[in-house]
């Protein structure tokens, strides 16, 4: 079964993601990278990215094309071991933050299917003194083009 061009742009994006390691000059590693399953996720082993598509909004334009606007969030949760990462909970949750935004933004024509990728909106976890998680959400928007009747077909 093909895969329309919108979960080719969300796999991309996960793909990018699973680069996040120290040995490929990144600050962290992601331990996890997973996407949306019914039986449910696992943040157990963390850090853990979490891509998830929102939403897209479409547009028919010339030439029998629908222009894209693709919403994915991408949710990083972590566990701050001060006995493993010195320096404030803050810290950690930015540079993972960094590190996922330097990976999507690598190829923002998420190989060759978009037009453009941008990380809109980058948002802490609400914390809470005691909690037993942190995190932080990218919120990126992807503009891309089909075929208006073919969401297979790249335009």
């Known amino acids: 079964m093909a895969d329309s061009v919108r979960e080719q742009i969300v796999s991309n994006i996960a793909t990018a993601l699973g680069n996040v390691t120290i040995g490929n000059g990144y600050n962290n590693t992601l331990v996890s990278v997973q996407r949306f399953q019914q039986s449910g996720l696992s943040v157990s082993s963390v850090p853990t990215a979490v891509v998830n598509f929102e939403g897209e909004t479409k547009s028919i334009g010339p030439d029998h094309r ?28 930015d540079s993972l933050a960094g590190d996922c935004e330097k990976a999507i933004m690598a190829d923002p024509t998420r190989g060759g299917k978009a037009r453009e990728c941008t990380v809109r909106n980058v948002t802490p976890f609400r914390l809470a003194e005691g909690q037993p998680f ?8 992807i503009t891309y083009a089909h075929e208006a009747g073919d969401p297979f077909t790249v335009r």
Do not use: M, N, Q, Y
């Open 66 to 93: 629908a222009t894209c606007d693709l919403e994915v969030t991408v949710d990083i949760w972590a566990v701050h071991d001060t006995d493993v990462v010195s320096g404030d909970t803050a810290t950690l949750v």
């Open 134 to 141: 942190v995190g932080i959400s990218l919120a990126c928007t």
